[in-house]
């Protein structure tokens, strides 16, 4: 029978909230006028809002990026105090500000006390646990280390929110400066450069190449601003939609590797994930080819999960890890040399963790120096473009000023 979260007052108009099941929202409106309650709001306990007297409310706001680190340190820490994870859950959800992810942690509860495992209820909500989140989970459950994979877990989310930190700032400066040219050009494009084309065709004179390209281009931005706009926005939608794809995000996930600078972080980045994931579901115990497709999933990145998971092949014919993992042509020498020395040494997982810490401290240094790496492309293309407008607006103004002088 569905649950419903209510919101009533008593008959002193003390408010008062809690949980009861009906099979509607009527039923349960009835129930509580009968216990002598007034009802204000009824709602689905994991739902959306069937309001009697409340006002209509915003959709809850998606838990950010700290509150999911934050959320991951907690589980982490009743795990090892021995709380279980059902009363666990319960307290987090009481205690966090957020709605949204309260009520996904109630449905988790219910997903648990149904007979799911946790892995299994928190995919339920992509939207909330990442593949990474719910890989890591299901490492843990399947080698009875879940509190070891929480605090993997969260170890990575906060390391990657400090990534990401780092990266914003970095380009902030990039970036305010692609805006504020882009923003130039286009002033200069809609309302400069035709006063010059109106000029050059007074005295009718013979323009250089790159002077009739600018005015043409000018003219079609001047004219149908509004749809390359338009444009723009189609095909940024209309990416993001093909990229939300298996083959879309297949595909941008292997171009994505190939980035100058970027490619290469990517790169390291994953295989610190999976180095680190797979060490430890081999030091846990996990079959191989169980751990190979559970960690494929904690690579963050479609077309290197797909050939973690091409490696069970070569594994089941009976080859080592290291010549499975060098014929994928996706891990680095390092890595394959790693494994290699683990499998002769007995040490694969202890190997791995060597790999994971060598690139994790790889791609801290790299990031931090990404702006560093980026600027100076950027004002060598700057200066190309503003030297391509130059010789296009003043070649034609030297021959302007050479018919003055005769």
């Given at each position: 029978?569905?649950?419903?979260?209510?919101?009533?007052?008593?008959?002193?108009?003390?408010?008062m909230?809690?949980v009861?099941?009906g099979p509607?929202?009527?039923?349960?409106?009835?129930?509580?006028a009968?216990d002598?309650?007034?009802?204000?709001?009824?709602?689905?306990?994991?739902?959306?809002?069937?309001?009697?007297?409340?006002?209509l409310?915003?959709?809850?706001?998606?838990?950010s990026?700290a509150?999911?680190?934050?959320?991951?340190?907690q589980?982490?820490a009743?795990t090892?105090?021995?709380?279980?994870?059902?009363r666990g859950l319960?307290?987090?959800a009481?205690?966090?500000r957020?709605?949204?992810?309260?009520?996904?942690?109630?449905?988790?509860?219910?997903?648990?006390?149904?007979?799911?495992?946790?892995?299994g209820?928190?995919?339920?909500h992509?939207?909330?646990?990442?593949?990474?989140f719910v890989?890591?989970?299901?490492?843990?459950?399947?080698?009875?280390?879940?509190?070891?994979?929480?605090l993997r877990?969260?170890?990575?989310l906060?390391?990657?929110?400090?990534?990401?930190?780092?990266?914003?700032t970095?380009?902030?400066?990039?970036?305010?400066?692609?805006?504020?040219?882009?923003?130039a050009?286009?002033?200069?494009?809609?309302?400069?450069?035709?006063?010059?084309?109106?000029?050059?065709?007074?005295f009718?004179?013979?323009?250089p190449?790159?002077?009739?390209?600018?005015?043409?281009?000018?003219?079609?931005?001047?004219?149908?601003?509004?749809?390359?706009?338009?444009?723009?926005?189609g095909?940024?939608?209309?990416?993001r939609?093909w990229?939300?794809?298996?083959?879309?995000?297949?595909w941008?996930?292997?171009?994505?590797?190939?980035?100058?600078v970027?490619?290469?972080i990517?790169?390291?980045?994953?295989?610190?994930?999976?180095?680190?994931?797979?060490?430890?579901?081999?030091r846990?115990?996990?079959?191989?080819?169980q751990?190979?497709?559970?960690?494929?999933r904690?690579a963050?990145?479609?077309?290197?999960a797909?050939?973690?998971?091409?490696?069970?092949e070569?594994?089941?014919?009976?080859?080592?890890i290291?010549?499975?993992?060098a014929?994928?042509?996706?891990?680095?020498p390092l890595?394959v040399?790693?494994?290699?020395?683990?499998?002769?040494?007995?040490q694969?997982?202890?190997?791995?963790?060597e790999?994971?810490?060598?690139?994790?401290?790889e791609?801290?240094?790299?990031?931090r120096?990404?702006g560093?790496?980026?600027?100076?492309?950027?004002?060598?293309?700057v200066?190309?473009?503003?030297?391509?407008?130059?010789?296009?607006?003043?070649?034609?103004?030297?021959?302007?000023t050479q018919?003055?002088?005769?």
């Amino acid at each position: 029978m569905p649950r419903y979260a209510y919101r009533a007052r008593n008959a002193r108009g003390q408010s008062m909230e809690g949980v009861v099941e009906g099979p509607n929202d009527a039923a349960v409106a009835e129930q509580l006028a009968g216990d002598g309650l007034i009802p204000v709001e009824i709602r689905p306990a994991g739902g959306g809002v069937l309001s009697l007297n409340a006002p209509l409310r915003l959709p809850a706001r998606r838990p950010s990026s700290a509150e999911i680190t934050l959320l991951a340190r907690q589980l982490y820490a009743l795990t090892r105090a021995g709380v279980p994870i059902i009363r666990g859950l319960n307290q987090l959800a009481d205690s966090t500000r957020n709605a949204r992810l309260a009520s996904t942690l109630r449905e988790v509860v219910d997903d648990l006390e149904s007979g799911r495992d946790l892995a299994g209820a928190m995919a339920r909500h992509p939207d909330i646990f990442s593949p990474l989140f719910v890989s890591m989970v299901q490492v843990g459950e399947t080698s009875g280390r879940l509190e070891e994979a929480l605090l993997r877990v969260f170890r990575y989310l906060e390391r990657e929110r400090q990534t990401v930190n780092l990266i914003r700032t970095a380009l902030r400066y990039p970036a305010f400066v692609v805006v504020a040219i882009a923003v130039a050009i286009f002033i200069l494009m809609a309302y400069v450069i035709p006063v010059f084309a109106q000029v050059f065709e007074r005295f009718d004179l013979d323009l250089p190449l790159a002077t009739r390209i600018i005015i043409g281009v000018s003219n079609v931005v001047a004219a149908w601003w509004w749809l390359l706009l338009g444009l723009v926005a189609g095909a940024w939608f209309g990416f993001r939609h093909w990229t939300g794809r298996d083959d879309g995000r297949l595909w941008w996930d292997r171009q994505r590797l190939r980035f100058p600078v970027i490619g290469d972080i990517v790169l390291r980045a994953s295989l610190s994930r999976f180095a680190r994931a797979f060490a430890m579901a081999s030091r846990s115990g996990v079959p191989l080819l169980q751990a190979l497709n559970v960690v494929s999933r904690t690579a963050d990145n479609a077309f290197i999960a797909g050939r973690i998971l091409g490696m069970r092949e070569g594994i089941e014919r009976g080859e080592t890890i290291a010549r499975t993992a060098a014929a994928s042509r996706v891990f680095t020498p390092l890595v394959v040399q790693m494994i290699t020395v683990g499998e002769e040494t007995g040490q694969v997982d202890d190997m791995l963790d060597e790999v994971a810490e060598f690139y994790e401290s790889e791609v801290d240094y790299d990031v931090r120096r990404l702006g560093e790496t980026i600027q100076p492309v950027l004002v060598v293309a700057v200066g190309v473009i503003v030297f391509i407008l130059a010789l296009g607006v003043f070649l034609p103004m030297w021959d302007l000023t050479q018919i003055a002088g005769r």
